[in-house]
T-cell receptor, first 113, second 115 residues
Framework: NAGVTQTPKFRILKIGQSMTLQCTQDMNHNYMYWYRQDPGMGLKLIYY???????DKGEVPNGYNVSRSTTEDFPLRLELAAPSQTSVYFC????????????FGPGTRLTVT | AQSVSQHNHHVILSEAASLELGCNYSYGGTVNLFWYVQYPGQHLQLLLK??????LVKGIKGFEAEFIKSKFSFNLRKPSVQWSDTAEYFC?????????????FGKGTKLSVKP
């Protein structure tokens, strides 16, 4: 199994551009999550999903959107990129609730200039 | 607000030294506790977890953690570190209140082990 995969690995955006970060898991997990990691700040939850068609905001959702049309995929959309969105983005999944072990993808390093 | 505190931002040790990384959480109710590790250039992976039962939890690579409910703590320990333990370590908590919360991470502790 590949586990959780993310694309792209790196991306540089100009202010105001948009992009979609892709996340796919092949473990048939119901729960999926998007986090951002900033130096010295740990990971902050952006959005999460408890199953196909169901998404909800996390701690830092502003400037982002998500969708969950299938169990496997959970893309994160950045509209009108801003320098404050420069970060490393991790996608994760878990079989059950957030209280279960989460499996993380390799991350996407995004720079907005 | 519910939170997780990790006491040390950066710890530097020599090989064979003992390690203890502190973690405290802010809620006195039911919690699930985790330690995740991020090796340089890699993604996060689970080191160990506590859900219930024996408060001394053993994880991978010789790590262990002790849940002390009275101190709201879940400190990570290893008796003898190796150079390959160089990584960033994150404590994380799920709080169970009226409804189950999401995973909350501490800010992380960077461990550097000198050969």
């Amino acid at each position: 199994n590949a586990g959780v995969t993310q694309t792209p690995k790196f991306r540089i955006l100009k202010i105001g551009q948009s992009m979609t970060l892709q996340c796919t898991q092949d473990m048939n997990h119901n729960y999926m999550y998007w986090y951002r990691q900033d130096p010295g700040m740990g990971l902050k939850l952006i959005y999460y999903s408890v199953g196909a068609g169901i998404t909800d905001k996390g701690e830092v959702p502003n400037g982002y959107n998500v969708s969950r049309s299938t169990t496997e995929d959970f893309p994160l959309r950045l509209e009108l990129a801003a320098p404050s969105q420069t970060s490393v983005y991790f996608c994760a999944s878990s079989y059950r609730s957030p209280g279960a072990e989460q499996y993380f993808g390799p991350g996407t390093r995004l720079t907005v200039t | 607000a519910q939170s997780v505190s990790q006491h040390n931002h950066h710890v530097i040790l020599s090989e064979a030294a003992s390690l203890e990384l502190g973690c405290n959480y802010s809620y006195g109710g039911t919690v699930n506790l985790f330690w995740y590790v991020q090796y340089p250039g890699q993604h996060l992976q689970l080191l160990l977890k506590y859900f219930s039962g024996d408060p001394l939890v053993k994880g991978i690579k010789g790590f262990e953690a002790e849940f002390i409910k009275s101190k709201f703590s879940f400190n990570l320990r290893k008796p003898s570190v190796q150079w390959s333990d160089t990584a960033e370590y994150f404590c994380a908590v799920v709080y169970y209140g009226g409804s189950q919360g999401n995973l909350i991470f501490g800010k992380g502790t960077k461990l550097s082990v000198k050969p």
